[in-house]
């Protein structure tokens, strides 16, 4: 089993900024993507960013690029979210995820391992 726990999250002013934190323990694999999903209130999840772990590649939502760096510290086995130039639609719980495998998903049915979420409140 894969245990995440994310932290971070908390009341933000509109064009702030924060950084989640997502702390990855238990079974390991060779191959896996780790990503960010976040949910509002009355809406779907919504694909934030992943990162694979073999050739580090980077992928957005298209909501976030240009805002929002996903990157990660194998020292410590942590995955991060910074988030910038924060706005009220960023609004939502954000959840940490991971798979097996290369490939990224943007269908939330595609991860296999979620964390509790952390909550994230944007002021305008």
């Known amino acids: 089993q894969v245990q995440l726990v994310e932290s971070g999250g908390g009341l933000v002013q509109a064009g702030g900024s924060l950084r989640l934190s997502c702390a990855v323990s238990?079974?390991?694999?060779?191959?896996?993507?780790m990503g960010w999903f976040r949910q509002a209130p009355g809406k779907e999840h919504e694909f934030v960013a992943a990162?694979?772990?073999?050739?580090?590649?980077?992928h957005y939502g298209d909501s976030v690029k240009g805002r929002f760096t996903i990157s990660r510290d194998d020292a410590k086995n942590t995955l991060y979210l910074q988030m910038n130039s924060l706005r009220s639609e960023d609004t939502a719980v954000y959840y940490c995820?991971?798979?097996?495998?290369?490939?990224?998903?943007?269908?939330?049915?595609?991860?296999?391992?979620w964390g509790q979420g952390t909550q994230v409140t944007i002021s305008s």
């Open positions: 238990g079974r390991t694999f060779s191959r896996y993507v």
């Open positions: 995820v991971l798979s097996e495998g290369s490939y990224y998903y943007t269908d939330p049915e595609e991860w296999t391992y």
């Open positions: 990162l694979s772990w073999i050739g580090s590649n980077t």
